[in-house]
């Protein structure tokens, strides 16, 4: 519960510095930072979680492992769907602003949001991995 107090109080500040930046173009500028932030510390837990995958398959049994699906292999897929899902939702959510200067607030703010979550979800697979 306290994780989860501090995941929602870190979110919240940053996105309350955000959007107290100045205008349209300072706080959009804000939440591309943020964004390009959070795109790397998910670039950084990612060799973590792929190689809990990997450590998770070697540990199958050769039997085992004919009646599980690879979790490296799984992974990759799962991140690549997500990735797409990531960029297509933030498109989806800024369209209502099309053109006009909120887009790119709305679409940095949300590729930031889901990317956080993501990079946190990710952490958990990995954690998973290593506790199974």
Not at 5 to 24: E, K, R, T, Y
Not at 95 to 115: F, V
Request: charged fraction near 25%.
């Amino acid at each position: 519960m306290l994780l989860i107090a501090f995941m929602l109080q870190a979110a919240s500040a940053s996105q309350s510095q955000c959007d107290n930046a100045g205008g349209d173009l300072e706080i959009a500028q804000c939440w591309t930072h943020a964004f390009e932030q959070s795109d790397n510390e998910l670039n950084r837990a990612w060799p973590e979680v792929l190689k809990a995958a990997i450590d998770a398959d070697n540990a199958f049994s050769a039997e085992d492992h004919a009646r599980h699906p690879a979790a490296a292999a799984d992974l990759r897929s799962a991140q690549r769907a997500w990735l797409k899902y990531r960029d297509s939702e933030c498109a989806l959510e800024s369209d209502y602003a099309q053109g006009g200067s909120l887009q790119p607030i709305i679409s940095g703010r949300c590729l930031t949001e889901l990317t956080r979550a993501r990079t946190k979800q990710l952490r958990a697979i990995a954690s998973g991995f290593r506790e199974g």
